[in-house]
């Protein structure tokens, strides 16, 4: 018989009462979670999908450990964990013979990924496939808080398959966040920190680069180039590029398009291509 159980709600303030709760709740055998899974899918019973969420929270607990030298707050990782796993949840099919805990990993750490780059500003430029491996594996795989050697980073380029010069980059990355200067997660978009008074006056490379990308991206080259892409192409880039107010993530675009985040990642690439090709030769 089916019982109804209480989502304990997660707040900064009771983040230890909630891991105790979750921790408490007890885990359903193989038998449960298959009935559990298959009135979901049936019949869309939100108390089944309700019993499959609560069971799994802890997962979502000890996956987001994980990811705690980020400088995030422990409690918006584990709330973004919980948007994957249930994602996962509304998408499990337990005639697969997988359990859910093994397919619903996958969303909740896509999620915890997707926050972290959308808040940690010093890799928001880790946008291909490679740089997010590189980022989200370069912290685990060094020995000590000391800079790599170039034996080390020799070592980590030949296992995450990059460029040397990428590893060292993102490690001086990584290590610049510790910077107290910097901002924090706290902080406005806008707001004024003290490394901002540390740079010389006048627009550094890095703004006259984005000056000039910006200025291409306006001008008619854009509007040929975008029009060159087929309709789901120009959506995505339109999605994921153009709109600066409020991009979209590759999952909201999967679920659009009822395709794999994996799969709108190559769409977007392969357009991307096709822009930059348009783009270089009207310059």
Known sequence: MSTTMTLPMLSVSSLESYIQAVNAVPMLTQERETDLGRRLKAT??????????????RLVVSVARNYMGYGLPQADLVQEGNIGLMKAVKRFDPERGVRLASFAIHWIKAEIHEFILRNWRLVKVATTKAQRK?????????????????????????????????????????????????????????????IAYLREPGAGPAEIYADEQAETLRSEGLKSALEALDERSRRIVQARWLNESDPMTLHELADEFGVSAERIRQIEAKALQKMKGALASVR
């Open 44 to 57: 869309g019973d939100v108390a089944a999908a309700h019993d499959l969420v609560l069971s799994h929270l």
């Open 134 to 194: 590189l980022f989200f594996n370069l912290r685990s795989m060094k020995k000590s808080t000391a800079a790599l050697s170039p034996t080390e980073v020799a070592q980590v380029a030949q296992t995450l398959n990059v460029k040397e010069s990428d590893v060292v980059e993102m490690e001086q990355r990584l290590q610049g966040h510790d910077i107290s200067l910097e901002p924090t997660v706290d902080d406005s978009e806008d707001s004024i920190t003290p």
